[in-house]
């Protein structure tokens, strides 16, 4: 790899992935947003978040109390998705970065910190504070005409959280960071092995097609209006919104729960049966669509969060409250199925056809 100037980037000559860009100072701005991430994820704690009121009840809630609103509905699992995804992770990345390049900085190799960038490098896909964001606000537009919705103080606080995240996060770079550790980067050759990512994929993938009917056809919540109950799947949530006039909410619902999971699950079994049977045509247009599955699998999460704020938020007693469907756990399983079969997927099986390979054999 040659050395880059300021915002040059290395790209692939044979796949046109972006290996590496170089930024100037980019670990001081990293220390710089990561610790004021930080600041903003610690003030979004202890203020209220959002409040609910309609017919002079009013409801209330922070980021805390919603995930013990959950726990006491009998859905922690669901609970405890939301707290990993967008407090403990992000929180976990974001002190993993200060702790390897604040040391740095001072002179110091911090210890185990080529575990720790490969570490790193593996929850960022799991962490999602910014799709979580999106869910809250279409949460309250699907609720914005029964009652009056108050934003609080942690509300704009964790906005300001998931922005500075963002930006720290677009200076991070893997090839860069263990760069700042060796002054020469010996490349992994990682074994490719046929069978097993061949396998693992296909058993992910069926996992997520059986996941992915009673996600759709089961009741992803409640919701009990004066002691009448009105089951909501995401299809009907998604008519409903149509009808209310929240055409660009809808939309995003639609694309994000039910034609992005199914257009994934599609692609994955194109391509895992494409590097089966050794089609050695289209390579391009398959790495393409294979990263396309990356990039937006983790969006589909935006209805299992409107679904933990609406029940979070609307607990009004007899008057009106909100609970979860088991359509909501399905779902939240197809999801990570469906990210977990794109990690399991070996994309290097596209390029990688010698004539004597077979399934089963295990070629370094």
Request: proline content about 4%; aromatic content about 10%; charged content about 10%.
């Amino acid at each position: 790899m040659p050395l880059l100037t300021h915002k040059q980037s290395a790209v692939c000559p044979r796949c046109g992935l972006q290996l590496t860009v170089y930024h100037h100072n980019a670990s001081q701005r990293i220390i710089a947003m990561a610790i004021t991430s930080l600041i903003f994820l610690i003030a979004s704690l202890p203020f209220k978040f959002l409040s609910f009121s309609a017919s002079g009840q009013y409801q209330s809630i922070d980021m805390l109390g919603s995930l013990w609103i959950l726990v006491e509905k009998d859905y922690a699992l669901l609970a405890l998705v939301q707290v990993t995804a967008v407090l403990i992770l992000p929180a976990f990345v974001l002190i993993g970065l200060l702790y390897l390049l604040v040391p740095l900085s001072l002179g110091l190799r911090p210890k185990k910190a080529r575990l720790v960038i490969k570490t790193l490098f593996m929850l960022l896909p799991w962490t999602m504070a910014e799709i979580f964001l999106i869910g809250v606000l279409v949460s309250l537009i699907k609720i914005i005409s029964m009652a009056d919705i108050g934003l609080g103080l942690s509300f704009y606080a964790y906005l300001l959280f998931t922005v500075s995240m963002t930006l720290t996060l677009l200076y991070v770079d893997k090839y860069q960071l263990n760069l700042l550790f060796d002054d020469e980067i010996q490349e992994e050759h990682r074994p490719i092995n046929p069978n097993h990512s061949i396998q693992t994929t296909w058993a992910l993938l069926f996992t997520s097609v059986l996941l992915y009917i009673p996600a759709n056809i089961l009741p992803i919540m409640h919701t009990n209006v004066l002691g009448t109950e009105q089951p909501s799947t995401i299809l009907g949530g998604i008519v409903l919104l149509w009808k209310m006039g929240s055409y660009p909410i809808a939309i995003i619902i639609f694309i994000a729960s039910l034609f992005v999971p199914a257009a994934k699950i599609i692609i994955l079994f194109w391509l895992n049966y494409s590097v089966q049977a050794r089609h050695q045509h289209a390579s391009s247009e398959r790495i393409f669509w294979y990263r396309v599955t990356e990039f937006v699998g983790r969006w589909s999460m935006i209805d299992v969060f409107v679904v933990a704020i609406l029940v979070s938020l609307i607990q009004l007693g007899n008057i009106m409250n909100i609970l979860p469907g088991h359509a909501a756990l399905a779902f939240c399983g197809m999801v990570v199925c469906t990210m977990l079969a794109a990690m399991s997927f070996d994309s290097r099986l596209i390029w990688y056809q010698p004539e004597n390979l077979k399934v089963g054999e295990k070629t370094v």
